[in-house]
């Protein structure tokens, strides 16, 4: 088991406000991709890989003093759009493999939920979803994204914008494993792509079609992201 944190983007969002990356927004005297590490190592003595793109002498030089940790350069992060990063580290890595984003932030508990698992793509979804998201003080319908899984918790369907009514019980987290398994189909499927503007959760649909499970756990443990700089103040 491996661990890649996808810090390449260019935090377009907030970067303005803050005049670097979301990753090193600060919480309780930590920064954000700090704390993910310092999860993942009081869990597993694994390998920690960062991809990084825009502003990555930043990031380094804020966690230089982390032991062990290895870098991917995405060198098109300006083109292109998370979903490259997340294809260098399964080119890079031949292994089960946890995925985070890294303007997230979440209970350890999560990560223990996932790194055990096997054979299936995990995909945690948030069950309290509503709850995050008012305290955010977004739009459901301008901010969230549909979500459908089916009786055996496989996912369906995800990225849709939600359409009033409907009901969307979850939340994509930005935290999800590849078992090693699948790294050789979902490359391929990438090379196919003739798009270099494609979400992850686009292109976890293009997968499903394609065959490939995606097996989502339910949980309501405490989450929250920093999407702009309203989120964190609202945090």
Not at 9 to 17: L, V
Not at 60 to 72: E, L, M, T, V
Not at 103 to 126: A, G, R
Not at 146 to 163: A, E, T, Y
């Amino acid at each position: 088991m491996k661990f890649v944190l996808l810090a390449a983007g260019k935090s377009s969002r907030i970067y303005n406000k803050i005049k670097k990356p979301k990753c090193l927004l600060e919480v309780n005297g930590k920064t954000l991709i700090e704390k993910i590490i310092f999860d993942i190592r009081r869990l597993s003595k694994s390998k920690i890989y960062i991809v990084l793109g825009f502003k990555a002498d930043m990031i380094k030089k804020r966690i230089q003093s982390i032991s062990n940790i290895k870098f991917i350069i995405n060198k098109e992060y300006n083109s292109k759009d998370m979903l490259h990063s997340f294809i260098l580290g399964l080119k890079h890595i031949n292994d089960d493999i946890v995925f985070s984003y890294t303007d997230i932030i979440f209970e350890k508990k999560l990560l223990k939920s996932i790194i055990s698992k096997k054979n299936n793509i995990y995909l945690p979804v948030l069950k309290n979803w509503k709850q995050v998201w008012r305290q955010r003080k977004k739009n459901f319908y301008e901010d969230a994204e549909d979500l459908k899984i089916d009786k055996s918790n496989f996912l369906l369907k995800i990225g849709d914008k939600i359409k009033k009514n409907s009901n969307v019980k979850y939340q994509y987290m930005g935290l999800f494993m590849v078992p090693k398994e699948q790294r050789l189909k979902i490359i391929s499927l990438y090379n196919k792509i003739k798009t270099d503007k494609l979400h992850i959760t686009n292109f976890f649909n293009i997968m499903i079609k394609e065959g490939v499970k995606i097996k989502c756990l339910k949980t309501s443990y405490k989450w929250y992201e920093f999407d702009d700089w309203q989120d964190y103040k609202n945090y």
